[in-house]
């Protein structure tokens, strides 16, 4: 699924033309070639190297500073994208290079531990949750039945008290 530490060192075998992007976030910026050309038109090799600027960024997902080499194109993107950890997760794998290969496997696990932290505990209150509703509903059951047997009682009371207790009832029934 994801690259891992040990697929990640294989890869730094691997000849780059330039190996220094490999070592910080360059969003594939590299060395440029070209010639210089003066007036009199005699044309010498050149390279141009990238704008590279050492940073902290903040990582909310890792909880501290990450120090990194980065140009000012992927810090362009860092702040599109609202933060490191999003731009290491969006970013395609050939603009990240090595280190930022690295830093999104180690936000994604950070990531993955606190997802699987907030379903536990969200798992639990669930629990709690449905506990406290089924104590609620034993509550009102238990108010209904108290209501039912409070009218019996008062039917019974007013029924008596037009005919007569029950027991002079059964008795008139056995006098005669």
């Known amino acids: ?9 294989s890869l730094s075998k691997i000849s780059t ?3 220094r992007s490999q070592l910080g976030l360059f969003h594939g910026k590299t060395k440029q070639y070209g010639n210089n050309v ?10 141009w190297l990238p704008n590279v600027h050492t940073k902290r960024l903040t990582s909310d997902a890792l909880g501290h500073d990450v120090k990194v080499k980065l140009t000012t194109r ?3 993107s860092i702040n599109k994208h609202g933060g490191v950890d999003n731009y290491l997760l969006r970013t395609k794998p050939d603009l990240l290079g090595m280190e930022g290969m690295r830093l999104r ?5 950070k990531l993955d531990v606190k997802r699987a932290e907030d379903e536990a505990l969200a798992q639990e209150e669930a629990k709690v949750q449905l506990k406290k509703e089924m104590k ?3 509550q009102k059951r238990r ?4 209501i039912v047997r409070k009218s019996r009682e008062l039917g019974r ?11 002079s009832s059964a008795q008139r029934v056995n006098a005669s």
Do not use: W
Request: charged share 25%; proline share 8%.
């Open 1 to 9: 699924m994801f690259s891992t530490p040990p697929i990640l060192a």
């Open 17 to 19: 033309p330039f190996r």
């Open 38 to 47: 003066p007036h009199s038109k005699h044309k010498t090799r050149r390279t």
């Open 74 to 76: 992927a810090l362009k």
């Open 105 to 109: 496997i180690l936000v994604r696990e």
């Open 136 to 138: 609620e509903e034993k």
């Open 143 to 146: 108010a209904k039945v108290a």
């Open 157 to 167: 009371n007013v029924t008596e008290g037009i005919f007569g207790s029950a027991g």
